[in-house]
């Protein structure tokens, strides 16, 4: 009896290894995913902010992943762009060596989706084949990929809607893209971070902290989605100023379009005024879920994701304000993009300490 319950226990400890080791591998590899999108969102932005998204005005998932190769297909490209309403408004008598620069920004965005997509899909191939992946797992990733699909759908989305009437794309189709962009990163990183031995909660920890966890995510991403409105219309070079804006703290022409609510997604001072508000009531909220955290838990597994959140947070302010007021230099702007990512991570790390580790049975 004692031999054959040894060797269930036995075989129990080396099924469990196994299953952490898979756990480890599948782990490591979305954050790599993870990592290539954060480096996507700073390539997008600066892709935004040199005005090189409308270059390549053609979308080929497989054929277009070849730059042009001769001076002839360099200059069948120019001709393209020539075509659109961004060159004959803004760009007009623009060089080839100027336009190889906007090109290549555009082009490495597109290049650099296609290797996240490889990025996701061979590993996950492989993994499957070899078994490593839990059966609750498998529908979760494939509708990761699926994301990320949809992703280069609203991608081309997007592009599309500068390539007529406008000289630049909507903003509220950047704004869904970029949204969409962090949204995946979340959604792998939730996975990723539940995928790791943890410490769990206590009850008192997930009642008393999961809501306020969940509504803090609901106003980074809300942040997020202003972020982009404000790319979208470049809001951040106007009102260079802090903390007074247009030389008040609340401006008086924030309602001057009709129908009022339009104000909040086409009005460059209203969208502005959005972000920096939305950016106090995250100071806010982060102190106070600082303080209920302390409260309620006090333990270093709930504290530590806390104070990076805080932290983070801080620091994304910073930058922020750096941005506007040295009027939207390249190098800040991207750091400020980026380092939402990290903002983000935190966000989910929070309630991931909250939720614990995916059940092992």
């Not at 993870?34 to 700073?42: G, P």
């Not at 997020?224 to 260079?240: E, S, W």
């Not at 303080?291 to 504290?303: C, I, L, P, Q, T």
């Not at 007021?325 to 990290?342: K, R, T, Y």
Request: aromatic share 14%.
């Amino acid at each position: 009896m004692t031999s054959t319950s040894e060797h269930t226990s036995a075989v129990a400890g080396s099924e469990d290894s196994k299953l952490q080791h898979n756990r480890t591998l599948v782990r490591w590899w979305l954050y790599f995913v993870c990592a290539l999108i954060l480096v996507m969102v700073v390539v997008g932005g600066a892709t935004r902010l040199t005005e090189s998204g409308l270059s390549i005005t053609e979308w080929k998932p497989i054929h277009g992943v070849i730059p042009p190769l001769s001076e002839a297909q360099w200059q069948e490209e120019l001709e393209k762009y020539r075509q659109i309403p961004e060159y004959q408004l803004i760009n007009k008598g623009m060089s080839l060596d100027e336009f190889k620069f906007i090109f290549w920004w555009e082009w490495g965005h597109r290049l650099l989706g296609r290797v996240i997509g490889i990025a996701f899909f061979v590993p996950m191939v492989v993994f499957w084949a070899q078994g490593r992946l839990e059966p609750w797992l498998k529908p979760r990733l494939v509708f990761g990929l699926f994301l990320g699909g949809l992703q280069g759908a609203v991608g081309w989305w997007m592009v599309a809607s500068g390539l007529v009437e406008r000289t630049d794309v909507s903003q509220y189709r950047l704004a869904t893209h970029l949204t969409l962009a962090f949204f995946i990163f979340a959604y792998l990183f939730w996975i990723a971070r539940r995928l790791a031995p943890r410490e769990a909660a206590t009850h008192e920890e997930q009642a008393g902290l999961t809501t306020l966890g969940w509504v803090f995510l609901g106003l980074v991403f809300l942040q997020l989605f202003l972020g982009g409105l404000v790319a979208g219309l470049n809001a951040g070079f106007t009102f260079n100023t802090w903390p007074l804006m247009d030389g008040q703290i609340i401006p008086d022409r924030l309602l001057v379009m009709d129908p009022w609510w339009i104000n909040m997604f086409e009005n460059v001072m209203m969208v502005q005024f959005q972000h920096r508000m939305v950016a106090y009531l995250l100071v806010a909220a982060v102190a106070y879920l600082a303080w209920r955290s302390m409260k309620v838990s006090g333990r270093a597994h709930v504290m530590r994701p806390t104070w990076h959140l805080a932290g983070f947070i801080g620091l994304q302010v910073v930058f922020g304000i750096l941005t506007l007021i040295w009027n939207v230099p390249l190098s800040i702007a991207l750091v400020h993009q980026g380092f939402a990512v990290f903002v983000l991570a935190a966000s989910i790390d929070y309630l991931v300490a909250l939720k614990g580790s995916y059940p092992t049975r």
